[in-house]
């Protein structure tokens, strides 16, 4: 079907108008996301060929999410049209000490209400050369999670490389089993991987001591060095890094571990953030799309941090520059003026 | 709690802009409704104490909905804060020849999963003198049928008047039982029974043999009729009559009968539609209001009617205009000039 | 300063957006409007070197009206810049049975509380070859009814030609004053009288008893009359007339008398209104539009009527067409089809 | 490519907000359209496998109008990217007697500049069943008409069908050549030509003498009898018939000749106009579906004339309802009732 | 009625879209405000028993204020409905060096032109805890002054606590009287008093002498002892500080003075404000709420500067978090990090 | 006509919303936009009689910039009402990282494509003291350069002043000639130049060697000292300096130098900027304003850095303050507090 497939739940997102609280004003901008998907529309948008996995509804809310990833570019025909109801997700966008706030409406998706037999994994990876999941999947229901299993061990088979976006996310995994119990299992079969402390911690069982004043990158460095001893299968680790100094002004960026060495990438300073959700699958997509390519190691962390970078200045998850623009930040030429 | 109780189910109402399709543009202009609702709602607008009972998560959502409802002047006590989510339905506005079409995503919803001791109907329907229902709620599951019969034995037993708008809807029940099975059991506890054609035939058994021409009034009159000799209970039946010439323009009237005559109201030639949904609570509601104060079946039919009328006017379900609007439309005034 | 002068209250219009009520949604669009400044914007897209004279104060409100009236190409020498607020008024727009409603907000407005010397009526009269009125000014107050006496007196003896549109308002009047006795007066110096059956009654104790059956154009016949016997400076008279099928579907038409003849207009049926407010000023204004052009009495009726026609299809009370369009529903060439 | 390919300009299309007029609010609503485009929209929504030729700038523009026919499921291989610029038009929305009012910026646009080898035909048409092609393409430059002239014999050679829609622009045809001296080479090519009495009078040289009285459906009787005979090639004609009673409001029908028979279409009587460009393209699309599904002539005619009844009721040229909305039309299932 | 009452003016707010200037754009962003009004939505925010004393004319406007309340739980019980409009105020939304400007339009308000007897103090205070007035009311008229007095002198019989919020503003007081005049004798009744420098020196004719390079706290610390000596029935005393780096970028915190100790609260440095008006409410309800909690000075100085730091967040004057959020500010929590 | 004249195009503006890409969403917001003419209605905003001389088509695109031009007291006799099309330009707001960027769509603009004699520069430059030019205008096409060429040789026949902001622009320039061989001829009769480094080199060959470390105004001491001396008619260069941290986030000042010395301001550090586009135009505005009323050169470069500084805070190109705004900047008023 397509050289990547990413599989995971996409949602329909409303938001409330500026720095509003929900229903402040009887309005809605809406949007679509989902962490796999969103890594879609990016690659489709770097001119990578790429087709998302997921289930949604027959209803015009379905079609309408179908057709919008048409738009991009994104293949669509691994998607099951069945369930009952798209999953939703209510932001507020916060400024100052205020975060921006999701409140989830996820409950009784298609894709959390998924059967073993909705998806047909050898025809949707046949020809595939990157499966791209995420930990959020495994977190909606049983039924997900075996999807996921599924998904993974087809690719493994297929000689299809696997990343996963850890993504741990406490309000998820209600269903009764443990984040680590799945996830441990899960990550036996992917080749790259992106995660955070709280990942490590809560899917890995994997603690690092940080040594006093230790920042970020030398406590991902310690994770990350435990984490694939661990898992032999990984051939790439790769976390993000953000100073949240307020809830639009952030210091970002990223490091990377591989088999032979360990990178830091370039430190932003994103004075103002257009839209925080969505920047660490931007980075997951600046990754793929680097490695598909053949970049080093530490070109890609580059990338995808740029990438991520860029993604904190567009509306909504989605993220909508070209690669030319994410080379354009990297090489220095002042992005940040006006362009005419 | 209040002199009338409105037991049912509040639903985000999420619309398209103008006469776009769903999602055409990316923002959608929000409400709330529900038939019951919309009845207090107009209730309270036109003085009359009120308040809801019905379920809703405790969430942002669940509690702009609570504060909306408070702002009408509705009481909010009858509400219990529980389950997982608010229903939502999405409205896609019409015009000419192309209707206004109505999506739901109401499964799992709060008052769909109700528990048995979610509502304490005692002390809900203490010091009442009017419950009211629709045939929706005992449509949408098991649990939320149980409630809706809690709620009129209760009533029965406080010798609180029950209305009931019977609000067929084929595209609910989807639960195992037959709307005749539950209906005809709750209809037993009704007072004042709101009903058309497809809710007679769907939920009472009764058909009426139209004579050849015969409009809508001569099906009523023989519907209810027959309804009235099969439910000795009921005191009054009305209905409301609506001429489809256009998804904007419709003939709109009604009738009612009561155990000692039929009435059929004026009819108005609404040529200018700015809202369909809605406008047959606002009928129930001028019914309620009218009978609350005493008037003649004859007058509170006419006031229903107007009601119902000048709901068209209005955008979103919940009805806005003060009983001297109603009033002055009944009067003659000339209400469509532009007032100054 | 101009070859036509208006002088009037120019106010700050509010408009809930679509059919809703006032601040159902957090927002209005805003527009400005005032019966005499309608006519001067109509007139200055018609080429007419046309002045507004009134009374506005020195805040930012202020000063975007008069902005907006030099962008119309209207001049503005004639304002006075005094006084603590300019007016507002609210509007929503009804549809079918509920009409649209108007809320002033107008108390202690800059025109309300002008001294006896804020204008200079000499100088802003001077060259000119008409000045246009109307009876809302005199309905303000005390020193609004003093300003217009002493306008029109000061035309009287410059030789401008006086027109007025009586426009009685039944809740402005507020100071004392009885409308007839402060209009008969004003009416002896009008030379153009526009006026409606209830302006004939209120403020020119003028009733004439409509035949059985009796148009409004027979009524206007016999009304104007009367009127023009009393009033022998009186040279032409014209109202127009309105069947108020719903509050966005009117028949519309008009008709005058002059000294020599009575003239009724063709008659339009609108179908759907955008905005009903102005168009009377319209009808104005293609009256003065025509006569300044030496228009048969006839001719004048017929641009004054379909000037007004279009009106009805501009959002807010400014009229916005050129003389081309209203000649192109003259000559019947079909503007309602597409323009392309 | 795909069974059908559609080869015509795309514009942005700019609309004012609501009723105003041009710049009367700094805002613009977008679209795309574009006589052909429209079609090809129409058809994918039907789901037939088409795509359109075209060509567009290299620029954020021209990028948005490909992932905007690609969200639709229309095909793009066809589009040139070339050229400085995209044609735009403007559009105000009339109400009751004032028309909508186009106003074309679509100088030096990418296809009126087109080269002779910016199109690829018989690769392009490569496996089509189907060419689809207007009278405007030809009326927008030498080069363009040359395209067409091009695209149609192509299509002769790999016994493609060709359909024309003849759509006469008095605005365009400013290079020089007259409408006829091209239009009747090109019909030559043709096998299905919706055409107009203004098509037929400024492109084929065909005048009708209307017998008295004699209504639209007489005169395309006459007038496609006489092109028939003068085009043999031409295997079936057709025509939509609008009665314009205002802008909002038009009565609606079509009629069709084929080489057997004339048949004349259900009115329908559209009381609420959504908007009312592209509806002619929606009547082109629903012949189109209907004779590549092998519909006989009536229920062609049936179903176009429906296709484009519906298209009225929905904002933007492109047409947005499943063949399922435009059967239960033809079924008389009311579709104009709140379809919940 | 309630526990606490909030007397004083409440007024329409009608902010231009983003950062344009005044009807730069045809359009309004509607919102309620006013600052005792402001006290009382963030009080019933937080849960406290909170009830509204104001006058509201008795038309649409002051229906939707009272609706409004209604809606975030304060009571309205208290709430005049009388006089001939209610106070509009004008916000332009500044940025960098350019400010946020208001523009009143207040003349004559509902509040202004009170009357002696249109409030009846022992029942609107019967059963109250606390009494909140700011320094704007008896700025406004005499008539707003007495009625101030009053409320004041009624609170004290009644053994009411008073708090007031100083808020000198130097383009009201148009009345004749001197701010000094006539606040030195109302603060007379006051407990709890909220002053900044201005304040201190016009109002109370306190100033103090900042010992060079004196911060902002220090001069608080000055001016307060001397104010707590001067007036020996203030229990309490506290400031906001606010750093102006530009319009969008402020340091942000606040100091305390009870009769047995001096506070300084944490330092926020909000790098990105979305609305800057009712921060100072914000504060003074967060103080009320902390001290009807029994919360220790130190703590009701910090739950109070949070509050009003996080109301810089959120769009309008009316706060809009609950007690949760100002807590897990206070925790370190990381609010400003998206929660999801 | 007027005492400034400025020449140059004026163009439409379409903006997407907030930060988004262009046609995110279906939405543009509009304005106008032009480097003369934004310093035309600077100018007129500071109560300068100021007019423009452009060319714009008879359309209403064309109508509405007039209107525009006039609502600002900008005199529009200069204008020309021919050609085809108005020049667009779309604008993507940046933030962070990602700077705004600017789409041209200006090819055969009315003022590209203007003939010999459509400015009659004797009768338009009768009277006046200042011609105000930029470099942009001979980028356009030969015919743009001839007729600039033309206006200044006129400007000092009749001894009027003659500004030049030498905006050079990359990616124009596309008719053949090189920026310098047209500018250093155009230079040659300005009086008053505005330029950057990048405007030395390309437009002037002048190129100064920056000795290390050297910040831009030891720069442009540099560049400013080998022009003045190689362009003996100038009495004043002046040029802006930035440094962008962020789309949002710059440094802002300016320097000037005159016959007898050099000039630095003050140093702004805007946080928050609200649109970029338009800044150095105001700055132009700023120094002509100044000139014209005889500051010292010290002072103009103030007034002018000061008024481009508040020009970032105000969306669109227009500037929008009046001179006490810009004072109240330059006195340390504290202009960025809440204006009340």
């Not at 790429?50 to 949604?56: D, F, G, K, M, S």
């Not at 909606?140 to 996310?169: G, H, I």
């Not at 060495?261 to 839209?275: E, K, L, T």
């Not at 959700?277 to 990754?287: K, Q, R």
């Amino acid at each position: 079907m397509a050289d990547v497939v990413c599989f995971g739940e996409i949602m329909l997102r409303l938001t409330a108008p500026g720095h509003e609280r929900l229903l402040q004003s009887p309005r809605f901008e809406t949007a679509l996301g989902g962490a796999e998907t969103n890594v879609a529309v990016a690659l489709a948008g770097f001119g990578i060929d790429v087709a998302v996995a997921t289930a949604l509804p027959e209803n015009p809310i379905g079609d309408a999410a179908v057709a919008a990833l048409r738009g991009f570019g994104v293949g669509t025909d691994g998607i099951s049209r069945r369930g009952k109801r798209m999953g939703i997700y209510y932001v507020e966008t916060g400024s100052g000490y205020l975060g921006t706030r999701v409140t989830y409406d996820r409950t009784g998706s298609a894709l959390a209400t998924v059967g073993p037999c909705d998806f047909d994994w050898p025809a949707i990876l046949a020809g595939a050369r990157w499966l791209h999941i995420s930990g959020i999947t495994p977190a909606l229901s049983e039924a997900a999670a075996d999807a996921t299993r599924t998904a993974v061990e087809c690719a493994r088979k297929l000689d299809v490389t696997v990343s996963c976006d850890a993504n741990y996310r406490s309000k998820l995994w209600n269903y009764g089993a443990s984040p680590a119990s799945v996830m441990k299992e899960i990550v036996t079969g992917v080749d790259v991987l992106v995660a955070g402390a709280d990942d490590f911690r809560e899917m890995l069982d994997v603690v690092a001591e940080p040594a006093d004043g230790g920042d970020y990158g030398s406590i991902f460095e310690a994770l990350s060095e435990q984490a694939m001893t661990a898992y032999p299968n990984l051939s790439l680790m790769a976390g993000t890094w953000r100073d949240v100094r307020g809830a639009n002004s952030n210091g970002w960026s990223g490091c990377l571990r591989c088999r032979d060495g360990f990178h830091r990438a370039r430190y932003y300073d994103i004075g103002h953030i257009a839209d925080r959700i969505g920047t660490g699958d931007a980075f997951s997509a600046g990754l793929i799309y680097s490695l598909l390519n053949d970049a080093s190691p530490g070109e890609a962390l580059e990338f995808a941090v740029a990438t991520g970078c860029l993604n904190h200045a567009i509306p909504g998850d989605f993220h909508r520059t070209g690669v030319n623009e994410v080379r354009a930040l990297l090489s220095g030429e002042g992005l940040a003026r006006v362009q005419r």
